[in-house]
């Protein structure tokens, strides 16, 4: 049930671009996306509920295609504060809800 | 003010030993969950509670019990502990249960059995 992440790591240096996607094979009421630092909590980015929806976040938004079964998460002009992993986390059915498979993000200067 | 607030930050205990975690948030929020990261990252539901009910019950094994004595607390119990259980515990809450809630998460309880 755990959605699948790619890519696993990737490297950036600062202001460099990277998409980041996450993949389920049942359809997904919704998508959320967090970011985690090193030694520290999952911190909330954004939530996209509808298919086709785009959303933004200073220079990280996220899109959720129509059949609501992929979510990319764009981070646009890359800073070394973006470095850390990212998750994304899908409800399928009801309450059960999922964190995908992680990558892991390093911004060098 | 702290917002999810879980204690002891750290834990170091002997294998078949009983221990506990204490989570409480002041967000006001009517659900609070428990999960388990392994040492590969991996972010794994293990409970949920919504006003003190239990909503979430993932495939864990039963030495681990959580107890909501209150909205705003949610506690994790765990007997007979095992080698395998070593991983960070993360306490997190959000206003209600569904899919449109961001969930806002402690700084974790770091449990190492030795």
């Known amino acids: 049930q755990q959605p699948v992440q790619s890519p696993q790591a990737v490297i950036l240096r600062e202001g460099e671009d990277a998409v980041i996607n996450c993949s389920s094979s049942?359809?997904?009421?919704?998508v959320h996306w967090y970011r985690q630092k090193h030694g520290e909590a999952p911190v909330f980015l954004m939530i996209?509920?509808?298919?086709?929806e785009q959303k933004g976040h200073e220079k990280i938004s996220a899109s959720f295609n129509e059949k609501k079964q992929q979510s990319s998460l764009y981070l646009t002009a890359s800073q070394l504060s973006y470095s850390g992993t990212y998750f994304c986390?899908?409800?399928?059915?009801?309450?059960?809800?999922?964190f995908g498979t992680g990558t892991s993000l390093t911004v060098i200067p | 003010d702290t917002a999810v607030s879980q204690t002891p930050k750290y834990l170091v205990t002997q294998m078949g030993n009983d221990k506990s975690i204490k989570c409480e948030q002041n967000?006001?929020?009517?659900?609070m969950y428990w999960y388990k990261q392994d040492s590969k990252k991996f972010l794994k539901i293990m409970f949920s509670?919504?006003?003190?009910?239990?909503?979430i019950n993932e495939t864990v094994p039963n030495r681990f019990s959580p107890k909501s004595p209150d909205k705003a607390h949610l506690n994790l119990h765990i007997n007979s502990l095992e080698l395998g259980d070593s991983a960070v515990y993360f306490c997190?809450?959000?206003?209600?249960?569904?899919?449109?809630?961001?969930?806002?998460f402690g700084d974790g309880t770091r449990l190492s059995i030795l």
């Open positions: 997190a809450s959000s206003l209600f249960p569904g899919p449109n809630q961001p969930q806002h």
């Open positions: 049942k359809a997904l009421y919704s």
């Open positions: 996209l509920l509808k298919g086709g």
């Open positions: 986390g899908t409800e399928i059915y009801g309450n059960q809800f999922y």
């Open positions: 967000l006001g929020h009517d659900t």
């Open positions: 509670y919504n006003n003190k009910e239990l909503i």
